[in-house]
């Protein structure tokens, strides 16, 4: 990606980005990396509410996990609250 490019992107994706990361961390230590397939990514703005938490913005998209066996794209969703705080990051299993 150019610099102009990166600049567009939200500071919420690396916030779950990061989060996620620690989450899958906590389960599999081998995780080192997690990245982000900035092409796949869908990003909307939201105005709803889980139970009484607010969320803003919905991220959603691909992410490759370094491991030890696999480099198979994960997809996942990331739920966003106010100040850009990460309510949720959720990885499928492939």
């Known amino acids: 990606m ?33 990245t982000f397939d900035m092409e796949s990514l869908a ?6 509410r889980v139970e ?8 959603m998209g691909e992410a490759y996990l370094q491991r030890e066996k696999s480099d198979k794209p994960n997809r996942f969703v990331c739920l966003v609250s106010d100040k850009g705080k990460v309510v949720l990051t959720f990885f499928t299993e492939q």
Request: proline share 6%.
């Open 2 to 34: 150019t610099s102009s490019a990166l600049a567009q992107v939200p500071a919420e994706v690396e916030a779950c980005r990061l989060s996620g990361l620690t989450a899958l961390k906590e389960r599999s230590p081998s995780i080192e990396h997690l």
């Open 43 to 48: 990003i909307s703005k939201a105005n709803t």
């Open 52 to 59: 009484d938490t607010p969320i803003r913005m919905v991220i």
